[in-house]
């Protein structure tokens, strides 16, 4: 015996599969900005890194600390990338990124005593208000 299916039900079947909605072409200034910022800081703060650590000698505890930057610094490069292209999922890494640069600066100051970091705090703490920004969010679908 063989089923068949109504049109309406076949209807509803394919309405459920269809792709998202389109996003809007041009990212907001809002992400521009927040992406901008998340690209410049990353870039320089991962060549800051190698640089800063080989100053030193790279020792085993050097080499932990580029590693973790290094990954993070990427992190905030395709997070940055993904929310100029729409990404929720990006755009959370893109959050998580600038929350790290608060954290990391405050440990920077507080423990290190280094003032020379508290222009990545304030970086950090533009990307983080430009990604939370009404229009970001929107823009990513979140």
Known sequence: MTTTHSAPERATLDSTFTTPAARPGRPPATAIAAGAL???????GAYGAVYFTG??????????????YEFLSVLGIVSAIGTLRGRPLAHAGLV??????????????????????IPFA???LAVLVLSLAPATRRFVGR
């Open 96 to 117: 998580l990124y600038a929350t790290w640069m608060q954290v990391f600066t405050a440990f920077k100051v507080g423990y290190i005593h280094e003032t020379q970091a």
């Open 55 to 68: 100053l030193d000698g790279f020792t085993d505890l050097g080499l932990t600390f580029l590693v973790a």
């Open 38 to 44: 998340t690209l410049l800081v990353a870039g320089f």
């Open 122 to 124: 304030v970086v950090g």
